[in-house]
């Protein structure tokens, strides 16, 4: 069998880390993405931030094929001859969509396609990028979260996003529920919390939207919502984790530290990057407001079911099981600050 590991996603944040700690350690990477002919582009990326062994390996052991979440063309070609598939591709919108069904669509069907093509190719294990939003929306934040919980899709304000997460976790097992007892292939999925931690280029993900705007003073304080976030590089170490340790197979695993204040990460801005230029807003947004400046501001939309809400889930399995020692709040907030001022994604106001 090879060690060949397919990544879906691979224009993605986490998917990007993920590829580079494979290469990194000596596997063949496959990645998807939704159109043709992104190899080099994908590579260009990477390089900089490999092993001088891995850099050297880079053009025989990385390609980029087409396939995308919303069509069963491509998926096949895409896994055959993987040992592994780490399925990240999903849609992750910074505002509300219109329509849920264009979130919900291409997350559900999407990972029912990877999971098809990969049991039919044989593949051993796959593991899939989920979220806490699988495990902590739509209900009430009473107690301490763990992996035998799961968000209620039809529950009090829950986004679309959250719901697109939950009915593609419950699918994806649901699939694995009606294999045939014969089937080697086996799942794990990992439920990450808003995930911090270096950009890699200067595209960033939805993820980088609240650093990216507490840097560059986008909203005059800070709303009052708190957040299970963590390191990019250790949602990343994580999945590599999971497609190699037996005791994983056939089971979730929450991916964050405890939950944050938003005001604390813009407190850190503030103190990191406050002397470079950058006048990060640390007063307290009151809720009212936000709600004003949601009417018409979409992404602020987003956050309103989550205003005052705190929210405790219970890492202890993925440090338990996986080994994960999770970095701190003060590493990935620092270090995706840093990144975006790296590569010109935020810049100091004059
Ligand atoms: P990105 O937006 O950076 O990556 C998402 C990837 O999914 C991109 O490669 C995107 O391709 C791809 N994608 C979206 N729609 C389709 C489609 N129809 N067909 C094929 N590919 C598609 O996000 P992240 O890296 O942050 O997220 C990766 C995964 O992690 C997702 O499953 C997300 O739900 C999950 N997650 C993320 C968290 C976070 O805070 N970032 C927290 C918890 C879970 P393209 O570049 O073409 O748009």
Sequence with gaps: M????????????????????????GYQVRGTARSDGRTQEVADILAPHLSDQARQRLRQDFEVVAADLTSDLGWDAAVAGCRFVLHLASPLPSSPPKDEQEVIIPARDGALRVLRAASTAGVERVVLTSSVAAICFGRDRDHLFTEDDWSDIDGPNIGAYERSKTIA?????????????????????????????????????????????????????????????????????????????????????????????????????????????????????????????????KQARLLLPEIGQSVNLDNSKIRRVLGLAPRDLHEMTVSMANSMIQYGVVTPRR
């Design 169 to 297: 976790e419950r699918a994806a097992w649901a699939f694995m529920d009606s294999l045939a007892p014969q089937s080697r292939m086996e799942l794990v999925v990992i439920n990450p919390g808003l995930v911090l931690g270096p950009l890699l280029s200067r595209e960033w993900s939805t993820s980088g939207e609240l650093v990216k705007k507490l840097l560059e003073r986008d909203v005059p304080a800070v709303p009052d919502f708190e957040f299970a976030m963590v390191d990019v590089r250790d949602v990343a170490a994580a999945h590599l984790a999971a497609m190699v340790t037996p005791e994983a197979s056939g089971q979730r695993f929450i991916c964050c530290i405890e939950s944050h204040a938003m005001r604390e990460v813009a407190q850190i801005l503030a103190d990191e990057f406050g002397a470079k230029g950058f006048k990060v807003p640390t007063g307290r947004l009151p809720n009212f407001l936000l709600r004003i400046v949601a009417i018409w501001d």
């Design 2 to 25: 090879s060690e060949t590991v397919l990544v879906t996603g691979a224009t993605g944040f986490i998917a990007q880390h993920c590829i580079l700690q494979l290469l990194d350690a």
